[in-house]
Each structure stands twice: as structure tokens, then as C-alpha cells.
């Protein structure tokens, strides 16, 4: 079982939608949750964090953690083109040391 | 520009050469860490430095070598690659607090192909 998995999409959403992308965990001590951006060619940009159940909001951004389904999804309200990339999932597991396990990315597309 | 640096950004190489990756982190971070990322494959994290002592190495193969002189400088040497070797090679730094939250940052990547 991988330890983290995301739909690989394409995600396909118009301009000014909201784009909801979705990331599912195997371990239930898993203790840190990111999302990162990643632009082809590029390397990956963090743009949430989240460390408890709930919401966080940060401008157009938002991370929810559930731990108890091990879920954490992200997101993205008033998609602009220029959100179109690959959003990767990452958490972070104290037991095995500083390991973080990283989700194969979901691809998002806004269309104009 | 995330305060994270990697030289060179692309390299080609042969099986037989020998050459090094450099990763620079201007952040005041403790940790740094090399990654794989290959197509259709996730982040693989390679080595993990903290206090410029290693702490994870994720059974990388020996023609990998890294090296952690201070905790702003990270290396990996490579010798003797394979072709499935190619592919892009990310630093990352973060600031480890020995409690919660490890939020990563990534260098630009070296993009490698072995030839």
C-alpha cells in the first residue's frame, strides 16, 4: 500500500471554479500535511500547511484534515489559469525519523 | 526564488564519469535533504542531514555519496551512474524543531541524464 495517494487526474476545471483536489494516507501517526506546487520543469513550491483537523484558509487556498478518515484535501476557489500545475500531498511521520512520503501529484488544468 | 540554490541545474554524463551536485540553502535551516523525482513516480527522499549528522538513507545505491559539511551546504557525489539514474535531482532544506511541522523548501533542481 503506498503511503500516499492522490488521483493522478487530469483535473479539469473552468476559470473561476473551485478545484478540489484530494490526498488519502496510510498511517495513522502521520503528523504534518503539505501541499506543494509544481509547475512543469520546475520544482515543487509549498503553498499550505496543516498540522490539525480542520480548516485553514489562506487567500484563495484551503487545506482540510481529517485525521480520523486520514484525509487532507486542498481547495483552490477562483481557479485561474495560472494555477494549472501539479499539486503534490507530503506528510511527515515522526516515528520513522524525519521521513516524508510524497503522493505521485494530481495534474490540474483551468481552462479559459 | 525560495532562499535555496543547486549547481549545476542541468548535467550530462557518462556511466564512467565522476561529477557532484551542489545545494546551497541561505535560510538558517538545520536540515537538508537530496530527492529523486523520476516521471510517474513520487518524491523519493534520498538522504536526510540534520546538524550536518546523516539521519536517513533510504537504501540508496553506494554510487550515490553524499556529503553535509556545514548546515548550509549539501553535496552528492556521483560515480559510475546507470541510465535509470537520470532524472531530477531536488535539495530541499527545512528548519527542524524537534517537535511538529517540517515545512520543506526546494531548490531549483539539477535536471540529470546519464548518457
Known amino acids: 500500500q503506498k503511503e500516499v495517494e492522490q488521483n493522478s487526474g487530469p483535473l479539469s476545471v473552468p476559470e473561476g471554479a473551485i478545484a478540489s483536489l484530494n490526498c488519502t494516507y496510510s498511517?495513522?501517526?502521520?503528523?504534518?500535511f503539505f501541499w506543494y506546487r509544481q509547475y512543469s520543469g520546475k520544482s515543487p513550491e509549498l503553498i499550505m500547511s496543516?498540522?490539525?483537523?480542520g480548516d485553514k484558509e489562506d487567500g484563495r487556498f484551503t487545506a482540510q484534515l481529517n485525521k480520523a478518515s486520514q484525509y487532507v484535501s486542498l481547495l483552490i476557489r477562483d481557479s485561474q489559469p495560472s494555477d494549472s500545475a501539479t499539486y503534490l500531498c507530503?506528510?511527515?511521520?515522526?516515528?520513522?525519523?524525519?521521513?516524508?512520503?510524497f503522493g505521485t501529484g494530481t495534474s490540474l488544468t483551468v481552462i479559459p | 526564488e525560495t532562499g535555496v540554490t543547486q549547481t549545476p541545474r542541468h548535467l550530462v554524463m557518462g556511466m564512467t564519469n565522476k561529477k557532484s551536485l551542489k545545494c546551497e540553502q541561505h535560510?538558517?535551516?538545520?536540515?537538508m535533504y537530496w530527492y529523486k523525482q523520476s516521471a510517474k513516480k513520487p518524491l523519493e527522499l534520498m538522504f536526510v542531514y540534520n546538524f550536518k549528522e546523516q539521519t536517513e538513507n533510504n537504501s540508496v545505491p553506494s554510487r550515490f555519496s553524499p556529503e553535509c559539511p556545514n548546515s548550509s551546504h549539501l553535496f552528492l557525489h556521483l560515480h559510475t551512474l546507470q541510465p535509470e539514474d537520470s532524472a531530477l535531482y531536488l535539495c530541499a532544506s527545512s528548519q527542524d524543531m524537534g517537535g511538529s511541522g517540517y515545512e520543506q523548501y526546494f531548490g531549483p533542481g539539477t535536471r540529470l541524464t546519464v548518457t
Open positions: 507530503a506528510v511527515n511521520r515522526r516515528d520513522t525519523g524525519n521521513q516524508f512520503y
Open positions: 496543516i498540522y490539525s483537523n
Open positions: 535560510l538558517g535551516h538545520n536540515a
Open positions: 498511517d495513522r501517526v502521520s503528523q504534518s
